[in-house]
């Protein structure tokens, strides 16, 4: 455990200061999407509590609160001291199911003992470690503070989401955003030197084969590797679509046949690697 961890790139926490992470996942066009197939990823895998959990980067709370919702005992880190103090209210305002603990912390030096806890998240550090060295770094924090038989939970960044929202938002027409995507499909590196909001911050885009090595490097298992929004984020009127029942759940199996094609990875806004200790 490092006493004295990395520094957070000072254009990802600018980023966050700003942008509304709070209600990513219960808004927009694939916010809702990426949280409903998360959800049906992680409770496919995980087992009968009690279990303890440790969300890595968990931001405002929105899975962590989920899953204390569950009975787990879930403890929360992030870097963003904004996304903590959301979290901390979050929980206060959920007295029958709060979260364990909440705290600053980084993916890359976490605090916890070796092998103490149940279950990791780490569903959004990797997209904003730009180094190989600090992602593998990443994960293998997460593989000495799991127990033996303990479950990872990744998710990354597709290398093609930003192509992808570029071509139905129109904002290929901008020729600053074209110079953002040329460097990122080159080379994973995305960067928006000027911070234009809606063409997110400093980050790397991983391929699936990208994640697979990194996660199986650091020591894990594979379990599974699955896009989590597929091709169904391109679906006319998403919102409305996943606000009733029956044409939700058609757009959820349709997304589950092709989870794991791999002709079909390229389609997914985001991917998620599950390992095991």
């Known amino acids: ?4 961890p990395p520094q957070i790139n000072r254009e990802i926490l600018s980023h966050y200061a700003e942008y509304d992470e709070q209600s990513r996942l219960s808004t927009g066009r694939s916010g809702t999407l ?3 197939r998360s959800q049906e990823l992680i409770s496919r895998h995980i087992s009968s509590l009690p279990q303890k959990v440790l969300d890595v980067g968990g931001g405002p709370g929105t899975y962590a609160l989920w899953l204390a919702g ?5 403890h929360l880190i992030d870097p963003v001291q904004k996304h903590v103090l959301q979290a901390m209210d979050a929980s206060r305002n959920r007295p029958g199911n709060p979260l ?3 705290n600053i912390g980084d993916a890359r030096s976490l605090t916890q003992e070796d092998e103490s806890v149940d279950i990791v998240l780490l569903m959004g550090p990797l997209y904003h470690l730009t180094e190989r060295s600090d992602r593998i770094i990443a994960l293998q924090e997460a593989l000495r503070v799991l127990r033996p038989g303990g ?3 990744v998710t990354a960044v597709c290398r093609f989401a930003v192509l992808m929202d570029g071509l139905t938002n129109g904002m290929i027409d901008d020729p600053y955003f074209v110079e953002i995507l040329r460097n990122e499909l080159a080379d994973g590196q995305h960067r928006n030197p000027r911070g234009v909001p809606d063409y997110f911050t400093t980050s790397f885009m991983h391929t699936p084969d990208e994640l697979r090595t990194e996660v199986t490097e ?5 379990t599974d590797l699955v896009l989590i ?5 391109l679906a006319n009127d998403l919102e409305s679509r996943l606000a009733n029942p029956e044409r939700r759940t058609l757009l959820l199996e349709l997304i ?4 794991h094609e791999p002709a079909m990875m390229g389609t997914s806004q985001h991917l998620m690697a599950i390992g095991r200790k």
């Open 100 to 102: 364990a603990s909440v």
């Open 1 to 4: 455990m490092d006493q004295n």
């Open 34 to 36: 990426e949280f409903l």
């Open 70 to 74: 569950l009975g787990y005992e879930v």
């Open 151 to 153: 479950l990872i939970f």
């Open 218 to 222: 650091s020591g894990f298992d594979l």
């Open 229 to 233: 929004q597929g091709p169904g984020w």
């Open 256 to 259: 589950r046949a092709v989870e």
